[in-house]
């Protein structure tokens, strides 16, 4: 994959960034506490189908819709100064679609990334794509890399789109990777979890701190597993193409409401013992 290290200073945004507000959106803000923002948000991008049913309309028309809620989620991170967003756009069991709207899918992304080249240089984010990308066809794998290249000395917010993505597909490329490089070199000693993490297609970015998944289902869908292992996780039945930046505002504030202990106890929770260790699991 081409990517490099990322080694970012925390940058904070300013509310005025967004440009125009609507009330909501303003009432929202407010009450956003813009120093304490999740570095890096990921999105399961859910409901397209049934959105498109609800209106009587064929599942592509759910698709294309969703592309705006894509739109507005870039370009609200980016302005907000996360370090990294990362959309699940089409997942390794998403063969198993139609051909046809397995087509659709793939153009629609091809279409997305030609038009939104101006909307992703002047928010100055960068682009990664994660998963399976060398068995994709081949007109989306030059595009991926186009718009990787075309994207690479930006230094905002990294945008992954993950394509052909499993999660259990990234840990044994990633076991897979390491067993590569030792391959003649005899070495017989244990995986690490930094050298395991340093092998993912995301390495190089924090994991992800909040999950958002939309339209109400209860699962991870093989996303990210490794990576969301202490990511607070918000559903809401909003279906993706009704997510807009009021939705995505209130994902954000709920992030903030919750208490993130990576195993440890509450801070100031009295206890007269040091921990066994530094970091808690
Ligand atoms: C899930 O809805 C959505 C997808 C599998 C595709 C998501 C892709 C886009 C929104 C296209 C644009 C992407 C980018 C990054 C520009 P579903 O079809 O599973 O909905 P359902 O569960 O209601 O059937």
């Known amino acids: 994959m081409l990517h490099t290290k990322s080694h970012k200073t925390l940058q904070i945004a300013t509310p005025s960034e967004l440009g125009p507000v609507t009330a909501e959106e303003s009432q929202l803000l407010e009450k956003l506490d813009l120093t304490r923002l999740p570095r890096h948000v990921a999105v399961i991008m859910d409901g397209n189908g ?36 990362t959309l699940y756009a089409f997942s390794v069991e998403n063969w198993r679609r139609p051909k046809t709207e397995i087509d659709f899918l793939m153009q629609l992304l091809r279409e997305y990334l030609r038009k939104e080249m ?7 984010i960068r682009m990664r794509f994660l ?20 994207t690479a000395n930006n230094k905002g917010m990294v945008l992954c789109v993950a394509l052909n993505y499993g999660g259990r597909a990234e840990i044994v490329d990633a076991l897979n990777a390491i067993l590569a490089q030792r391959n003649g070199h005899g070495t017989s000693e244990k995986v690490t979890e930094e050298q395991l ?25 093989n996303f990210l597993l490794w990576q969301i292992a202490y990511a607070e996780i918000f559903v809401t039945e909003t279906l993706w193409p ?14 903030q409401k919750r208490e993130r202990r990576y195993g440890g106890i509450r801070e100031g929770e009295p206890s007269d013992e040091k921990p066994v260790r530094a970091a808690g699991h």
């Open 118 to 124: 101006p909307l992703l240089q002047k928010n100055n």
């Open 50 to 85: 049934r959105w498109a049913q609800k209106r009587h309309l064929p599942r592509i028309a759910g698709h294309r819709s969703g592309t705006q809620s894509a739109r507005t989620t870039i370009e609200t991170c980016a302005r907000l100064k996360l370090e990294a967003l």
């Open 242 to 255: 009704d997510f807009n930046r009021a939705r995505l505002l209130e994902a954000l504030l709920e992030f």
């Open 131 to 150: 998963g399976r990308i060398d068995e994709l066809p081949m007109g989306v794998q030059n595009d991926v890399r186009d718009a990787m290249e075309k």
């Open 197 to 221: 993490a340093s092998h993912l297609y995301t390495e190089g970015l924090p994991d992800p701190d909040l999950l958002i998944r939309t339209s109400g289902e209860m699962r991870v869908s």
